[in-house]
């Protein structure tokens, strides 16, 4: 409650623990002052007075008596007063959410500064120091509390450096910077029409009030969104003494990592600008140095740094980001936290951390997740074409992309959603790029580093990125880009992104599967035990290992969807334990269509079953084959019988154009009026699944003779073939007895015919509500359920998956009356709750009631620890997708 919550608290009385009030950053400087690293004092005001500020629109009573007697007690602590114009002290104001948000919201540097001190400040450390720490506060005021445009400021600079001759704000003299600053002032009375407080507690207040307010900004909303961060959590704002990295030579601002965030090696990367505050180090716009050079620089220094990134691991146990300042050679951390990292450097970091007796395997496996699998196994683009890059940069996120050169967010987004695969190319990424990064396939920077906002965001995404591309010129308002060697890109141009090398391709590349993919499918013809710890790649070896150890924890079973037999053999290489979905439509697809119009019109009825039946028995042999010894189950014909039929409109006009012609096509109109006989409104809810059996029942039942068929000619070659049937789209107990009769009677015949008797377990697709409200009267006649979890969510939600995504669901997300998408992430509530009732009157019916489940939703990383949790028994997804339920299984195992 409010009154239980404080609204200040202090680095020291604070700790790592506390990020629900402190957020982020203010629990990271807290437990780093406890550490004892080097951290500025300061101190947070918490979340929970930003919560209420927005609540009521007003701040809390109680916050500006608090914010002062905090603030005494700052100045004790540092030795100096706000607004003392001899020895000031300075502060900043710095919002910091409970989860990361980075640069989506806002930071005020050099607050307390006003016309009387910066003098002071001149006197004592210098002209050029003085005035270009009161602009950035200027700026920085006008902007966030003032809301003053930022392009303003921008264009000011610019033409102070052309007046000057230089190219970095670094290089202004302090009087061009004081005159700068003399012209900011007019913006912000221009624009706003107030000036900077020359009260400096004045500045600091609303420069807290306006942090606030930054959190209900649109960036921060459209991040928030992205990542599924809730809106009601509200920013902590902490309050930092200033320390300068802009006084010279033997001054500078850093950003780095423990390890290194894209390949996840164990050694230390980062970033350090000479002579630089703030955001300078990230934006590019000067080079910055790595950790190497600055070690031979500032040997001293360096390994200061290096020691506290090893107290920082060893505290948080994980991968850290850090920011730091130093100030003429003094050493100041200004924040961490646990670093967000590539997929590959996921993997690999967990294992090495394990390796290091920092963490157990169970928790090594927690720290990856089926999402970061995924983009593992995802193509990369063919070698050995001989293709040269033309450009080459860092390889800021990895991942392979093709697509068309924009060069601006809005153009990107605008020709997303006309479903065109964009790759964006700036000079550099801000915040406000963040709706171009999202509709981007992938992003290329011409300056900045692996830690720039680019490669961060990027990285967050999964999207493929490369930064600091040199001899890349970005012509923004000329709409092209001038490339090493002389090379133009326009705007449309196709361009093939390379974020696992940094190599920049013109024109589309091939993709080709993952190092990752072909590792995990070759392991399984190896003979050795863990055939993955002798593989020379780190992240694959550790991929193998946690893949390994996700199997042993699981107790969930893995199976995949597959009817060919090259589908059933990859399955197997992916790890699948059997087939949970086979579907037997797809051999009928394609030329074959017509015998099904053969058997539904009755002309060569005969022929054309057993045609069918011949396909089915020769196809589904080699599957059963591929999957000697595990469970197949073959799932009866599924599809809206029109589907089979030729096309509605083609014949009308056809048969139309021949009479008109004055020679009726007999045979023409003979077709169309069957397939006017069996045509339907609302096919998806019409003659599909087990109602097929009513209609043109001997469709059905050769397929389930040919399975059987192929089951006893395995049988009889010594193999153990393990057939399964299921009957979809069932509603009622009727309707599934019915089937299930002419089923058994199919497979007692093959069995007296061939003296072979294979048992064939009977199932029932879960697919229709009514079949989930009735689950305890279906499990008296099955052996297992099957959830089909796509049909289940159109039939739950009323809406159709192929339809409503570009009907209305995209607005619905648009506009947040539908935050996911139900039929990508299974909606716990709704659809999860049917499952959960049909796991329980299924088994309370029959206890041995085998339980899977075969939609789209079981190779989603999030839905599965939710289906897992209604307590089915395994998953059943694409081949590709096998390894992403095993390790998700796993995890949701330990
Ligand atoms: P973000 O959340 O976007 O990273 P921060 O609050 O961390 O924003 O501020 C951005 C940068 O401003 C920091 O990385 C640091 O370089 C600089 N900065 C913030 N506070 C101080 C301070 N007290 N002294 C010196 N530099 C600071
Ligand atoms: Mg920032
Ligand atoms: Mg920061």
Redesign the pocket.
């Known amino acids: 409650t409010a009154t239980s919550t404080p609204l200040v608290v202090a680095f020291p009385d604070g700790d790592g623990t506390m990020a629900e009030i402190l957020g982020g950053?203010g629990a990271g400087l807290a437990q780093m002052t406890r550490l004892g690293l080097p951290v500025?004092h300061g101190f947070t005001v918490t979340t929970a007075a930003c919560r209420e500020y927005l609540r009521e629109g007003q701040e809390p009573a109680a916050l500006a008596t608090e914010l002062e007697a905090a603030l005494r007690r700052l100045e004790a602590s540092a030795g100096r007063s706000l607004g003392d114009p001899v020895d000031p002290l300075l502060?900043?104001v710095?919002?910091?959410a409970r989860f990361s948000m980075?640069?989506m919201?806002e930071?005020i540097?050099d607050v307390g500064l006003t016309d009387e001190v910066v003098t002071g400040v001149a006197a004592r450390q210098g002209a050029r120091f003085a005035w270009d720490s009161y602009r950035r506060l200027v700026q920085m005021y006008g902007r966030t509390v003032l809301g003053v445009d930022s392009a303003h400021f921008e264009a000011r600079l610019a033409r102070a450096r052309a007046d000057a001759g230089v190219t970095t704000d670094q290089e202004l003299s302090a009087d061009s910077l004081e005159e700068v600053t003399g012209d900011f002032r007019k913006l912000l009375l221009e624009h706003a029409g107030e000036d900077l407080p020359q009260d400096p507690r004045e500045q600091l207040h609303r420069a807290v009030l306006a942090v606030f307010a930054s959190w209900t900004g649109d960036r921060a909303r459209r991040y928030r969104a992205h990542e599924g961060i809730s809106e009601d959590l509200g920013t902590a704002v902490?309050i930092?003494?200033?320390?300068?990295?802009n006084r010279g030579r033997r001054s500078g601002?850093g950003v780095c990592f423990t390890r290194n965030p894209a390949t996840g090696e164990p050694v230390p990367y980062g970033d350090y600008l000479v002579d630089a505050?703030?955001?300078d180090v990230v934006n590019g716009s000067r080079r910055t140095m790595d950790l190497t050079e600055l070690a031979a620089r500032e040997p001293e220094l360096h390994r200061e740094l290096v020691g506290h990134l090893a107290t920082l691991e060893r505290h948080y146990r994980d991968l850290c980001d850090v920011?730091f300042?130093v100030e003429e050679g003094r050493l100041w951390i200004?924040?961490t936290r646990v670093g967000k990292r590539s997929p590959a450097a996921a993997f690999r970091i967990a294992c090495d951390l394990h390796d290091e007796g920092v963490i157990d395997l169970d928790e090594a496996l927690c720290r990856v997740d089926g999402h970061q699998l995924a983009s593992l196994l995802h193509p990369g683009f063919a070698t050995g074409s001989g293709e040269q890059p033309v450009a080459r940069g860092l390889a800021a996120s990895p991942g392979a992309a093709t697509g068309r050169v924009v060069f601006d967010a809005a153009t990107a987004m605008e020709w997303a959603a006309r479903g065109e695969h964009v790759v964006l190319v700036r000079p550099e990424t801000s915040p406000d790029d963040l709706g171009g990064l999202l509709a981007s396939v992938a992003v290329v920077t011409a300056r900045g580093g692996l830690t720039s906002h680019a490669a961060v965001v990027a990285r967050g995404l999964g999207k493929t990125c490369v930064t600091g591309v040199e001899g890349l010129e970005v012509d923004e308002n000329g709409r092209r880009a001038g490339l090493p060697g002389g090379l133009v890109l326009d705007e449309g141009d196709a361009l093939s992104v390379d974020g696992a090398t940094g190599e920049v391709f013109l024109g589309s590349r091939d993709v080709v599967p993952s190092a990752c993919a072909l590792a995990i499918r070759s392991w399984s013809h190896e003979q050795a035990r863990a055939p993955y710890l002798t593989h020379a790649d780190p992240t694959v070896r550790s991929v193998g290992r946690l893949l390994a150890h996700a199997d042993e924890r699981r107790t969930a079973g893995v199976r995949a969807n597959a009817e060919t037999p090259s589908d059933a053999h990859a399955a197997r290489e992916y790890g699948a334990e059997g087939i949970g979905l086979a579907r037997t439509e797809h051999m009928l697809l394609g030329d074959r269509r017509v015998l099904v119009e053969q058997v539904v019109t009755g002309n060569e009825r005969a022929a054309a079953l057993a045609r069918i039946e011949e396909l089915a028995r020769v196809e589904l042999e080699q599957v059963l084959e591929e999957m000697d010894g595990l469970p197949t189950v073959v799932r009866l014909l599924d599809p809206p019988l029109h589907e089979f039929l030729p096309d509605l409109v083609d014949l009308e006009v056809g048969t139309a154009v021949a009479r008109a012609g004055g020679t009726p096509d007999l045979e023409a109109e003979r077709r169309l009026t069957l397939v006017r006989r069996w045509h339907e409104q609302n096919p998806m809810l019409g003659l599909r699944g087990v109602r097929l059996l009513a209609a043109v029942p001997e469709l059905v039942t050769v397929q389930v003779r040919a399975l059987a068929e192929a089951a006893a000619s395995l049988k009889a070659r010594g193999l153990d073939p393990r057939p399964e049937v299921m009957v979809p789209l069932v509603a009622d107990v009727c309707e599934l007895t019915g089937a299930l009769t002419r089923i058994r009677a199919e497979v007692d015949d093959v069995a007296t015919a061939t003296h072979e008797a294979v048992r064939v377990p009977l199932g029932v697709m879960i697919e229709l509500p009514r079949a989930a409200l009735t689950s305890g009267r279906l499990a008296e006649e099955v052996d297992f359920f099957s959830f089909g979890t796509n049909d289940l969510t159109q039939t739950t939600w009323g809406m159709s998956r192929d339809d409503a995504e570009t009907s209305f669901l995209a607005a619905y997300r648009e506009s947040g009356t539908l935050a996911t998408d139900p039929f990508s992430t299974l909606d716990d509530i709704g659809v999860g709750r049917l499952i959960r009732l049909s796991v329980q009157e299924g088994r309370l019916t029959r206890p041995t009631l085998g339980l899977g489940v075969c939609g789209e939703h079981a190779g989603d990383p999030d839905s599965i620890h939710l289906l897992l949790a209604a307590g089915v028994d395994y998953l059943s997804c694409s081949p590709p997708r096998v390894p992403v339920a095993r390790l998700e299984a796993g995890r949701y195992a330990v």
């Open positions: 950053k500025p502060v900043s710095r919002s910091g980075p640069g919201m930071t540097l902490n930092v003494q200033m320390v300068f990295g601002s505050q703030g955001e920011e300042t200004l924040q």
